[in-house]
T-cell receptor, first 109, second 114 residues
Framework: GQNIDQPTEMTATEGAIVQINCTYQTSGFNGLFWYQQHAGEAPTFLSYNVLDGLEEKGRFSSFLSRSKGYSYLLLKELQMKDSASYLCAGMDSNYQLIWGAGTKLIIKP | NAGVTQTPKFRILKIGQSMTLQCAQDMNHNYMYWYRQDPGMGLKLIYYSVGAGITDKGEVPNGYNVSRSTTEDFPLRLELAAPSQTSVYFC?????????????FGPGTRLLVL
């Protein structure tokens, strides 16, 4: 079956760094997406990885290891506005997204 | 550009009632999707469309129907609403997914079936 696993909740301190892990099992693989979702709002795109390695985009970076079925999202210099859920989604061989349940990130002052 | 719009924002239905959730996009995307999101769960694909006149079932299509008469609009119909359909519904659109580009989401419709 297809499955995406990520931690349910994480807590971090303002100004610190946090890494949110995601493991995936999909039928075929056409890339891995990360989205941010604030409470009561729609998901918004953060990153897309299809090749192994690290993609850096400002304070956010995303890493992919296809051999391990593993990705992580790294958030640096955390701000209170980063308090949100972070959704990992793998794209399968039919180009459909398989979604994780999301990791709720709580930022403390 | 308005992007993806959805109406209504919130609705309460009685068991057995029917309704249509509206979705429109102005980005000229051929691909459109309907998802539901239950608390603590990932998004589940209900139906999708690859262009006007073409629709297909996703992971959880039972109890729903869709149509796609134009590129812009992709309404979702609920027939005989049940409490299990209480959820947040998101419509999304995208360029062809083999480009590795994001899906763009509407603001969502919160549906409560009592």
């Amino acid at each position: 079956g297809q499955n995406i696993d990520q931690p349910t909740e994480m807590t971090a301190t303002e100004g610190a760094i946090v890494q949110i892990n995601c493991t995936y099992q999909t039928s075929g693989f056409n890339g891995l997406f990360w989205y941010q979702q604030h409470a009561g709002e729609a998901p918004t795109f953060l990153s897309y990885n299809v090749l192994d390695g690290l993609e850096e985009k400002g304070r956010f970076s995303s890493f992919l290891s296809r051999s391990k079925g593993y990705s992580y999202l790294l958030l640096k210099e955390l701000q209170m506005k980063d308090s949100a859920s972070y959704l990992c989604a793998g794209m399968d061989s039919n180009y459909q997204l398989i979604w994780g349940a999301g990791t709720k990130l709580i930022i403390k002052p | 550009n308005a992007g993806v719009t959805q109406t209504p924002k919130f609705r309460i239905l009685k068991i057995g009632q029917s309704m249509t959730l509206q979705c429109a996009q102005d980005m000229n995307h051929n691909y459109m999707y309907w998802y539901r999101q239950d608390p603590g769960m990932g998004l589940k694909l209900i139906y999708y469309s690859v262009g006007a006149g073409i629709t297909d079932k996703g992971e959880v299509p039972n109890g729903y129907n869709v149509s796609r008469s134009t590129t812009e609009d992709f309404p979702l119909r609920l027939e005989l609403a049940a409490p299990s359909q209480t959820s947040v519904y998101f419509c999304a659109s995208s360029p062809p997914p083999d480009r590795g580009e994001t899906q763009y989401f509407g603001p969502g419709t919160r549906l409560l079936v009592l």
